[in-house]
């Protein structure tokens, strides 16, 4: 057993709760639980109990056993001094205060239903094989209850990322171009090449790339400052490249990236960063302060239409610098890294710009273009499928994604509405 079951137990008054008695055989009768605390210090605040005759305000702590306050070194904390009631499963020791008084304590063991043990110990103890600890009963709980569950958690998802992008800006003093540029590079280079393409952008200040509306200056900017210009490759192209680098580099005091950064590995050639880096040179010549004008669009459809953008001339026919494919044909930015894209980058964005300025419409905004990009394709989709949780848009996927890996990996089952509804089924 965890505290955090009796915490759960204590929260949701799930024992027998008539006829309580303190361990010298007082009468206890509970007020107010009080508030689950879930920062440091005693585990319910603002409780109030009769203990015979007098009635007490103040916290509740709860543990396995009595001896856990020792253990815990709740004697020498003041922040346990206002503690009113001793909750325990197992009563083991008595338990002074520092006046040497016993303090009241209750304990659950035989209070609390042995069914209700049992099932969280199905769930919490006994699910390790299984994808999700509740992979085996929640075709048990109502589509209803797992519905109204996962909307919540699109919001809290949103919520989250909001605090790095809020933490990212703080940084950039407040400026959200800037903040907006480096998230689009990030997503941008896909889980491989996140972090280079995170320091390019970083590496390469958008008031820099704003001085210039050409695609081929931005381009040799972003190879340059990638590392990918340090070579002697035979290519008109390249030397061009090279070239104008060289100027921008002293010009702007820039130092690049190392080139070794890059990864390929299980890579479509599609997705080199040599080909995202002249879709993003085309996106951004053609889009000064991208970020004011996405907030200004409404329509899904409109952004994506905005992020159609597609590689210069020479990677018509090359994937690398100097090595000529096979096949020749236009790459442009696909649907799906745009949905990508809207997913995790202008979504979360306009959900914290909304808020920072107040703007329940750009919030409403951010919730409805999840809600119009269709459902996406992932391992962690497809496993809530075979279980019989199906999604139809990126709103539902997004939320599943958080299930999984915010409480279903974290088997914070406790927490989570669909194991509420097993354990007390
Ligand atoms: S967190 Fe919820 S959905 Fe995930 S395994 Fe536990 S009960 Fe199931």
Not at 372 to 389: D, M, P, R, T, Y
Request: overall charge neutral; glycine content about 4%.
């Amino acid at each position: 057993m965890k505290e955090d079951f009796l915490h759960y137990v204590w929260k949701y008054k799930l024992f027998n709760t008539s006829e309580l008695l303190t361990q010298s055989d007082e009468q206890i009768e509970i007020i107010n639980f009080g508030f689950h605390n879930t920062d440091a210090g005693p585990d319910f605040f603002n409780g109030k109990v009769k203990i015979g005759k007098t009635t007490w305000a103040g916290n509740i702590e709860i543990h396995i056993n009595s001896s856990d306050w020792t253990k815990h070194n709740h004697y020498s904390d003041k922040a346990y001094d206002n503690v009113i009631l001793h909750v325990v499963y197992n009563d083991d020791v008595v338990i002074n205060d520092k006046n040497e008084n016993a303090i009241p304590t209750l304990e659950l063991k035989g209070l609390i239903d042995i069914s209700l043990i049992d099932k969280y110990d199905v769930l919490i103890n006994r699910s390790d094989s299984d994808w999700i600890p509740c992979g085996q009963q929640i075709k048990t709980v109502d589509d209803f209850i797992i519905q109204n569950w996962i909307n919540r958690l699109a919001i809290e998802r949103l919520e989250r990322k909001s605090q790095e992008i809020q933490e990212t800006l703080k940084l950039n003093k407040n400026n959200w171009e800037e903040t907006f540029y480096q998230y689009l590079f990030k997503y941008f280079g896909l889980k491989v090449n996140a972090l280079p393409f995170e320091l390019l952008a970083k590496n390469t200040p958008l008031k820099i790339i704003e001085k210039h509306n050409d695609i081929f200056s931005i381009e040799a900017l972003l190879y340059g400052q990638a590392g990918y210009l340090e070579e002697e490759i035979e290519s008109e192209y390249y030397t061009q490249l090279k070239k104008e680098y060289h100027f921008l580099k002293s010009k702007f005091s820039l130092t690049p990236l190392d080139k070794s950064l890059w990864k390929l590995l299980r890579l479509r050639p599609s997705n080199f960063p040599t080909i995202r880096i002249s879709q993003l040179a085309n996106l951004l010549s053609n889009n000064t302060r991208l970020f004011t004008k996405i907030i200004e669009i409404k329509p899904v459809k409109g952004i994506q239409q905005l992020f159609v953008a597609q590689t210069s001339e020479y990677w018509r026919a090359h994937y690398q610098f100097g090595v000529e494919a096979k096949d020749k044909k236009i790459k442009k930015i696909g649907i799906n890294t745009i949905n990508n894209i809207i997913i995790n980058v202008i979504v979360p964005f306009t959900f914290v710009y909304g808020k920072a300025k107040q703007n329940e419409e750009l919030i409403n905004k951010s919730l409805s273009l999840l809600e119009n990009i269709k459902a996406e394709n992932n391992s962690i989709v497809e496993k809530w499928g075979e279980l019989g949780v199906k999604s139809s848009n990126a709103m539902q996927t997004q939320s599943l994604i958080e299930l999984k890996n915010n409480y279903c990996s974290q088997k914070k089952c406790l927490n989570c509405s669909i194991g509420n509804q097993i354990i007390q089924q």
